[in-house]
């Protein structure tokens, strides 16, 4: 059954259906539209299922009824009554309009609905024109009831690249005393989805402008004011140079995990005491503290954290790797192709951390001269254990590992421009 017969459906027995949220705004965008929610108004949740009832129920605090893989919920209104995201009381009737339900929701481009039979669009509160402007702006007062606002808004604005309103960031702020009530599932899924953008810096340069940055991103916000050697960085402190390697990251790979190797490969200057500026010597090892401190707070999965670690180790490293000697290099690809983030990723991380340029493109930040993956992965292949079995007729052991590592040095001095 499609929807327009579910509607009509619906019609017939006094409601309305309209298309809300999300996908709304991502139709006046053109963009492809991901996940398609209903509100219905005008009857019961009793009277819903009576009409389907192959219906699915779920939700506690109200009722969501999924069907045909469509979710539908009725219209509501909803009363804070205590701190943090979940403590509200939920109203739901026949009588509560689409207008009222919208006025519920966190910011105007998303507070946007659809009649999906007259296909009429209903925007009591300006959404159209806050996307053809390109700002984020709160509903209305009730953005104040839920602190996870703050950090949806950041990352809608990093993922649409849009600005957000004064007044709006004032509204984040005065939520800083409730971010601490938020599971930490809860900002991982919002700080995830901000990795995907094109620009993800924005997520965090929102963050900041609200000053709530330090509040989950305790150890990111540390970075502020953490002074560089400005021949090596013109782009300025700490903060700007980790803002400048994430977006550079997000040119080279859609993979969060590596974009969040980005994120934190030099949070260690973080923690450089003062008087050490403009220099942050041995901030590699020490970034693996605050990296630790990081994923707990955001109960990042321990594959981050473990090839974030790589990204703070050993990115210094990499940065030098066309100084090497030809031993050094081989144990050094040896090294990080046995990690989680492998060669690859920590590639793209030494890529992004060396580039200066703003606004730069792909070619740009891929200085080929960097590029220990691609000779590394050839140099893997080339030269195996089995290949060190068949040559010199021996049995796994130390005696192999000495042969395979003369084999590796000799073919990369040959093989390495």
Known sequence: MDIEKIANIIKQNGGNTY??????????????????????????????????????????????????????????KETKTGKGHKEFQVETNERITIEEDLKRRDITINSIAQDVLTKEIIDPFGGQKDLKDRVIRATSEKFSEDPLRVYRVARIAAVLDFKVSKETIDMMYKLRNELNTLSKERVFVEFRKALTADKPSRFFDILKEANVL??????????????????????????????????????????????????????????????????????????????????KTLGCPNEWLKCGKTA????????VFPKMTIAKKVRFIEKIDKTQLGLKGLQIVVYCDRSRKLNCTKEDIEDKQYDFCSIGRKMLKAIDGEYIINKYNIKPGIELGRKLHEERVKWLKNNLK
């Not at 996940?35 to 219906?55: L, R």
């Not at 969501?64 to 539908?72: Q, R």
């Not at 021949?231 to 974009?259: C, F, Q, V, W």
């Open 19 to 76: 298309l809300v949220g999300g996908a709304v705004r991502d139709a006046i965008l053109n963009k492809s539209i991901k996940d398609e929610d209903y509100c219905v108004t005008g009857i019961s949740a009793e009277k819903f299922i009576e009409i389907f009832p192959n219906a699915h129920i779920r939700g506690k605090s109200f009722e969501v009824f999924d069907l045909e893989k469509k979710e539908f919920a009725l219209a509501r």
């Open 214 to 295: 330090d509040v989950h991103f305790k150890e990111v916000y540390d970075l502020i004011g953490a002074i560089q050697p400005i021949k090596y960085h013109p782009e300025g402190d700490s903060y700007n140079h980790t803002m400048l390697t994430l977006d550079n990251s997000a040119k080279l790979t859609d993979d969060t995990k590596i974009r969040f190797c980005a994120l934190v490969h030099d949070l260690g200057k973080g923690r450089t005491p003062k008087e050490m500026y403009p220099h942050h010597y041995g901030h590699e090892q020490g970034g693996v503290a605050p990296l630790k401190d990081l994923c």
């Open 312 to 319: 703070v180790i050993e990115h210094m490293k990499g940065g």
